[in-house]
């Protein structure tokens, strides 16, 4: 594995990204813009899930305007947060806030993907403003304390 990491930081594109004054700050940018885009967007729909904010909209129509959101955070994050990972890999492979941030990212999909197939399938079912069952409340809790922690252990990674 460490092989591989080692071509990664050594490729044109990862010594571009280094070598650059203004292309890793960029990248770092949008990477965060991603993350505010993804999970605030998650944020409210945990919210409204927990019954803590946005009582009177749906859990369904909340959910469904913010999807878009949510894809889009995704993907610029995803994107710009791989291009991070390429210019620096040699640099954080062994970093331990690297290695949580990732399992909790991995933990954090999982919520979501299970949540989909699992109690969102009813949303609609729960209606406007009745209190959504324990089982969406526990994936919001339980998303809302995964994606706060892939946050804060992101930052740590510049610092150790």
């Not at 946005?54 to 994107?79: D, H, K, N």
């Not at 999982?110 to 729960?126: D, G, Q, S």
């Not at 998303?143 to 922690?149: E, K, M, R, V, Y």
Request: aromatic content about 12%; cysteine-free; overall charge positive.
């Amino acid at each position: 594995m460490l092989e591989i990491i080692q071509r990664l930081y050594d490729s044109p594109l990862a010594t571009a990204i280094r070598e650059s004054d203004n292309l890793f700050p960029i990248l770092q940018t949008f990477h965060i813009l991603g993350t505010i885009a993804l999970a605030g967007a998650i944020a409210i729909v945990d919210l409204r899930l927990l019954n803590v904010a946005f009582r009177r909209e749906a859990p369904a129509a909340l959910a469904q305007s913010l999807l878009p959101v949510t894809w889009v955070g995704f993907a610029i994050m995803f994107v710009s947060g791989g291009l991070l990972f390429v210019a620096q890999s040699a640099k954080i492979y062994e970093n331990i806030f690297l290695r949580v941030k990732l399992l909790l990212l991995v933990l954090a999909l999982a919520n979501v993907a299970l949540f989909h197939a699992t109690t969102y399938r009813n949303i609609r079912a729960w209606g406007g403003v009745v209190a959504p069952p324990v089982s969406a409340r526990s994936f919001a809790a339980l998303s809302l304390a995964l994606w706060t922690g892939v946050i804060v252990t992101g930052r740590f990674i510049a610092y150790f």
